[in-house]
């Protein structure tokens, strides 16, 4: 389970009506898989740039080339190795005991969030490279809303059953805290 449990491996829970702390569960990135091709760019980048330097033909008088050949590489790193990795970087996950947050953006950040109360579905769609390293694609649905689409979830298999967990004891604390809401004297 992911919530701390008590005697015979029941959730510890707060009692009816005080409102469950919100806990941390994860917190992740996409899968690094994507940054595959930046680093092999920066690999090449700098080999090149490390034999270029000093063995370029000579219609550029000396040190101009080298600064020229060291300004295309800084260009090319920087286009091709450090913005997507930012981008790679800006985008997150957290899932508490009350709900998943997705949140991503360089310049502006966008925020989605799901409730686990409110309950939906979760199914998982998984490609032959997701396969390959153990990620896969998280679609959350309610009914209500626009599903919710995490793309690249590393260990998908465990995001997934955390995700139901989560859903079934936020759905047994609200009808708890609802039941306990129309009776306040059978407490």
């Known amino acids: ?3 701390p449990v008590g005697l015979g491996g029941r959730p510890m829970t707060p009692p009816p009506g005080v409102p469950a702390e919100e806990r941390l569960i994860a917190r992740f990135h996409p899968h690094a898989r994507h940054l595959f091709w930046s680093a092999l760019v920066l690999i090449v980048v700098a080999g090149a740039t490390g034999y270029f330097t000093g063995n370029l033909p000579a219609p550029v008088a000396g ?15 920087l ?3 450090v913005a997507p990795f930012f981008a790679w970087l800006s985008r997150r996950v957290t899932i508490t005991t009350r709900r998943v947050i997705v949140r991503d953006g360089v ?9 686990h109360a409110r309950g939906y579905t979760i199914s998982v769609r998984r490609g032959p490279l997701q396969r390959l390293v153990g990620a896969g694609t998280v679609l959350l649905s309610n009914g209500v809303d626009a599903p ?4 690249d979830v590393p260990n998908v298999a465990l995001v997934q059953e955390t995700l139901a967990d989560q859903v ?3 759905q047994i604390l609200a009808h ?9 004297y059978t407490a």
Do not use: C, H, Y
């Open 79 to 81: 286009v091709f190795v």
């Open 168 to 170: 079934e004891v936020g």
């Open 148 to 151: 919710l689409r995490i793309r």
């Open 63 to 77: 040190w101009a080339k080298d600064w020229m050949l060291w300004a295309a590489a800084g260009a090319l790193v």
């Open 107 to 115: 310049g502006s950040r966008n925020s989605i969030e799901m409730s």
């Open 1 to 3: 389970m992911t919530q």
């Open 176 to 184: 708890r805290d609802a039941q306990a809401a129309q009776n306040p």
